[in-house]
Each structure stands twice: as C-alpha cells, then as structure tokens.
C-alpha cells in the first residue's frame, strides 16, 4: 500500500497547512557561516604563523568564531494561518496575527517591525524579511486583515499599509525586468 501524498498547502495526513517560512534565510545561515569560519581560519592562521598558537588560545579563537556566528545567525521566520513567529538561537516568539493590537515602524541602522497582540505578546521582525518574500507578507497581510475586521488592530495600520505598497512596488519592478521591459 502507498502511503498517499498530502495535497498542495497540506501537512502530513492532510492535517493544517504547512507554515511558510523565510526562503533566504538559507543562504544568510551559509554567510553567517562562512563568516564565523573564516574568522576561526584567519585567527588560527595568524596565531600559528607568529608561533604563538597554544592550546587556551586556540579554544579562544573557537569560542570568539562561535560568538561571530551567533551574532550574524538571521532568525527564523515562519507564518501560518493567523501566526507569525520568530526564532533566535535562544528563544521564539509568536504573535497571533488576526488579533493584532499594534504594529510599530522603527527605523535606522537596525529598521524593525513591532508588533502586539490581544494577548500580550510581542516580536520584532527585520520587515525586509517580509519585503523579500512574498509568501510571508501575503500571510501576514491576510491576518492584520482578519484583525482590521474584527476591530482589535488600532495602531499601526497606515505602517503596514505603506509596507504592502513598498513590496506591491517591488515585485512589479521584478516583473517587468524579467519580461524585459524598462
């Protein structure tokens, strides 16, 4: 007997749908790994060609290369139907995104959305996450209008309004460069 395949936007067994998550963070894991190598390379590499490479040292450079990674590690961002998570090498967090609260624009050197739900809870999301991936935007537009219609979204509106056009931008320029038009 074959086991049967779950149809498209399905989980196994045909239960909820799988979560969408961020599709470069794959290659900003491989960056952030590369990073931390050639760190620990050029260190140890530099260590052992002014002879002074020893053990304590060595651990040094190891420890220093690991703390590089961590710091450059993008998070993980996931969506499902009414979600958006968040998760760092040390926690995750979730708001419900069809009982959202507030959304909040920072801007500057680290530009980050806030956003709050019905039920206390908080993330912080690099909103070109959502700028480069559709999918993720597509859920989380999809819950902030589930909250705008059940009257709980009282602040932030006009932010991701203004996010939804900046990425409606972007993939129309994608689209006629790919089709070759200017």
Same mark, same amino acid.
């Given at each position: 007997?074959?086991a049967?395949?779950?149809?498209?936007?399905?989980?196994?067994?045909?239960?909820?749908?799988?979560?969408? @998550?961020?599709?470069?963070?794959?290659?900003?894991?491989?960056l952030?790994?590369?990073?931390?190598?050639?760190?620990?390379?050029?260190?140890? %590499?530099?260590d052992?060609?002014?002879?002074?490479?020893? %053990?304590?040292r060595?651990?040094?450079?190891?420890?220093?290369?690991?703390?590089?990674l961590?710091?450059? =590690?993008?998070?993980?961002?996931?969506?499902?139907?009414?979600?958006? *998570?968040?998760?760092?090498? @040390?926690?995750?967090r979730?708001?419900?995104?069809?009982?959202?609260?507030?959304?909040?624009?920072?801007?500057?050197?680290? *530009?980050?959305?806030?956003?709050?739900?019905?039920?206390?809870?908080?993330?912080?999301?690099d909103?070109?996450? =959502?700028?480069?991936?559709?999918?993720?935007?597509?859920?989380?537009?999809?819950? @902030?209008?589930?909250?705008?219609?059940?009257?709980?979204?009282?602040?932030?509106?006009?932010?991701?309004?203004?996010?939804?056009?900046?990425?409606?931008?972007?993939?129309?320029?994608?689209?006629?460069?790919?089709?070759?038009?200017?």
């Open positions: 007997m074959q049967r395949e779950p149809r498209q936007g399905q989980g196994p067994g045909g239960g909820p749908p799988y979560p969408t @998550v961020d599709r470069h963070r794959r290659a900003d894991v491989r952030a790994t590369g990073c931390g190598l050639g760190f620990c390379a050029l260190t140890f %590499l530099v052992w060609d002014a002879e002074t490479l020893t %053990l304590p060595a651990l040094l450079w190891l420890t220093l290369s690991a703390g590089v961590a710091v450059l =590690l993008p998070p993980r961002v996931a969506a499902g139907r009414g979600w958006l *998570a968040v998760s760092g090498p @040390v926690r995750r979730r708001v419900r995104t069809d009982a959202l609260v507030a959304v909040r624009q920072y801007a500057g050197a680290s *530009a980050h959305l806030v956003l709050c739900d019905t039920h206390g809870h908080r993330l912080e999301v909103p070109r996450v =959502l700028t480069g991936d559709p999918l993720l935007w597509h859920e989380l537009d999809t819950g @902030v209008r589930r909250s705008l219609e059940r009257g709980t979204l009282r602040e932030g509106a006009d932010v991701l309004e203004r996010l939804g056009h900046e990425i409606d931008d972007t993939i129309a320029r994608a689209v006629l460069k790919a089709s070759g038009l200017p």
